[in-house]
């Protein structure tokens, strides 16, 4: 927790909130909230939000303190001033910058703050990273009104006409999360939010994001009983599902944006961006033999087999081969030697209001029936992943195991001895060549990995009372 308690320090400093939420646990009266701005101190009291986070107080209470002290996204900012970020930022520079200094500040300003802190936030307050408002919408909409019962009792339009979001609403909540962890374009000047390949290959993270799985990995300060009751065993795979077109719809509008920007760019060297094909096609350990001269390993590069594979699984079956055949005539365009921009520009957007379409459909279903779980888990198991890339390997058991444990299936990593998540499951944080540890994870990827797990679902499933 060292690297806690040296961020409280570096905190302390440009927070008032710190001091308010921790002198007094008698401050019982709501303050006035939106005083200072679109800033989230009134949020950070004792009486609301900030309250000890140890404290028998009820979880809506302690929420910012969870925040303050778990959220990867509280220190956001932070990440921006360590030395990979320092790098990062030589490396797209040529230029050696004083982390700090205004000159530094400015790039930051410019290609990552639009992520790595609240654009609502004001400029002084960019140390609290991804702060609430970053989900939940601008701090001044959240004013008086949100203590009264009335308010309370409006249900889902209480957000309606008001700058907060609802992000009770899985699909609100999935839009949110993607427009930062797959991307969003065209957004106002300077505003935009993109890990292009020029800054992965200076060394940022490649944005492996799965709404479900970075759902379950994020320390949640909010009541999750509410969806278990309402869903049941099919709540995961729900969640699955609209996370998957969220986040199919975010990278689709990333691509509609990219293709009209060739169109009007003089330059060849942005199109096609190399994010959109599956990074493992072109970086793969040289060895031999290699699980790439298989059989249905693919030679030439793959179009996104991240996002969009296994879209089928999350489409309704009517629509499915109406969407799969138009993703396919895209996929085909996209892998050809030379995409047409144009091409790309009409077939993304086709594909992407189809998806809007599905994804209304995949919210007003309720439940699914537990039949209906397992035998769409047995045919997953049965087919085993088309292993075209450790990205779709990837996906396909991610899916598995959201449905496996609706199922009450016991899916945890050490039951399966080859399936570590340093072997195979925990994506790569950067691929740098100078730095040996965190070389993809892929190479160490074989597609064997996952036939003892899938073998022994299989056999569970079919042998179930
Ligand atoms: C404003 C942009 C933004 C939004 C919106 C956002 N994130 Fe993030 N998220 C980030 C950034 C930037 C990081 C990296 C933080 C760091 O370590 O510097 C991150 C990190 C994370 C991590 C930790 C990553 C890891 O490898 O474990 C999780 C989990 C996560 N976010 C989940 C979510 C979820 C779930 C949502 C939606 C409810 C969401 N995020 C919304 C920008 C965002
Ligand atoms: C499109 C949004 C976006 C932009 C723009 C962006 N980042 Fe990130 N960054 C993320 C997300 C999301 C993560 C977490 C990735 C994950 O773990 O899945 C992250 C992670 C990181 C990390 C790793 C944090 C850690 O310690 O684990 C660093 C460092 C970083 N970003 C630096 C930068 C720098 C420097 C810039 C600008 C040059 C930048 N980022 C621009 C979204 C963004
Ligand atoms: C990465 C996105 C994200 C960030 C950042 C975030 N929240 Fe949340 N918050 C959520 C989500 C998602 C929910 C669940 C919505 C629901 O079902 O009520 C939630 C729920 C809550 C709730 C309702 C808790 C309950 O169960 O009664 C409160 C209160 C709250 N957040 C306060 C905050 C505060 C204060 C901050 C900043 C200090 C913050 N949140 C930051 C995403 C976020
Ligand atoms: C079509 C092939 C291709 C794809 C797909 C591709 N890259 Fe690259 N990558 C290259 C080439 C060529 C270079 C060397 C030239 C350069 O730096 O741009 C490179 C360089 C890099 C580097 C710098 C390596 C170093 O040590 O200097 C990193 C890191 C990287 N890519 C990450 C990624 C990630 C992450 C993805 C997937 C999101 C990806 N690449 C997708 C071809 C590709």
Redesign the pocket.
Known sequence: MKRRSQRLVVLMASMNWCLVAFASAEDKQPPKTGASGNSISGCMTTACHGANIASDAPIWQRAGSIWFDQDPHAQAYT??Q?D??KN??WR?TKREMVVSSSEYNAF?EN??V???ASELAPVSKRNLGGDCQICHGSADAWDDIHFSKEWQSLGATRFEDRKMVNVESIALRAAVCSS??V?ELSRIAGRD???DHQ?MASG??P???DFELFSRRYPKHWETKDELAQYGKSSRLRSWRIGKLQASIARLKMLTARAEKAQQSDSIHDWPELTEYSCTNCHHALEQPSWRQAKGAKASYEWDSWCTSLLREAIGENASVAISNQLEELKKEMERISPSAYAVQSKSERVRKLLEMELKIVIDTNQWPDADLTSRLEELLKAEPTLSSWESAAQWYILTESIAEGLKMDVSKNRFSKLTEEKFFSPP?TWLRNDESTRPNSSGFRPGLLSEYSKTLFQELRTRP
């Open positions: 990440s921006l360590n990979l970020s990062i930022v797209m930051l290609k990552c639009s992520c790595h930062c962890h991307g939010r993109e890990v800054l940022h993270p944005m492996y994001f944080k």
